[in-house]
């Protein structure tokens, strides 16, 4: 679960950094999500305990209450141009990587702390 949230943030990061470099072209850096199945399963990791999904369930919750947070965010600063491109011609992919860092964040910080 761990290397799942490492996963998250790095590879969101990487998204919301090329769609506000490379704007529209920036969107092929989602195709990198569809690692996650193919490293997943050359780890062969095995099916999460009961502990693992409560935390992750947890991770879920917090998440929730970020994402309120992103929407409201991004609304505010939708005017902002950064190389060219408006932030609010990509409030929707920016927001769902905002929240997937989110989620990765939390999950991280809470998988540490139990």
Same mark, same amino acid.
């Given at each position: 679960?761990?290397?799942?949230?490492?996963?998250?943030?790095?590879?969101?990061l990487?998204?919301?950094?090329g769609?506000?470099?490379?704007?529209?072209?920036g969107?092929?850096?989602?195709?990198?999500?569809?690692?996650?199945?193919?490293?997943?399963?050359?780890?062969?990791?095995?099916?999460?305990?009961?502990?693992?999904?409560?935390?992750?369930? !947890?991770? &879920? *919750?917090?998440?929730?209450?970020?994402? +309120?947070?992103? #929407? =409201?965010? %991004?609304?505010? @600063?939708?005017?902002?141009?950064?190389?060219?491109? !408006?932030? &609010? *011609?990509?409030?929707?992919?920016?927001? +769902?990587?905002? #929240? =997937?860092? %989110?989620?990765? @964040?939390?999950?991280?910080?809470?998988?540490?702390?139990?």
């Open positions: 679960m761990i290397f799942r949230f490492y996963f998250q943030v790095v590879i969101s990487i998204c919301i950094l769609i506000l470099i490379w704007g529209n072209k969107y092929a850096f989602l195709a990198l999500f569809a690692l996650l199945p193919i490293i997943m399963r050359m780890k062969k990791t095995t099916k999460p305990d009961e502990r693992e999904l409560q935390l992750f369930y !947890k991770t &879920g *919750n917090i998440t929730f209450g970020g994402a +309120i947070l992103v #929407i =409201v965010l %991004i609304e505010n @600063i939708s005017d902002v141009v950064i190389n060219g491109n !408006k932030i &609010g *011609n990509f409030w929707g992919v920016l927001t +769902i990587m905002s #929240i =997937v860092i %989110i989620q990765g @964040i939390t999950g991280l910080i809470i998988y540490k702390i139990q």
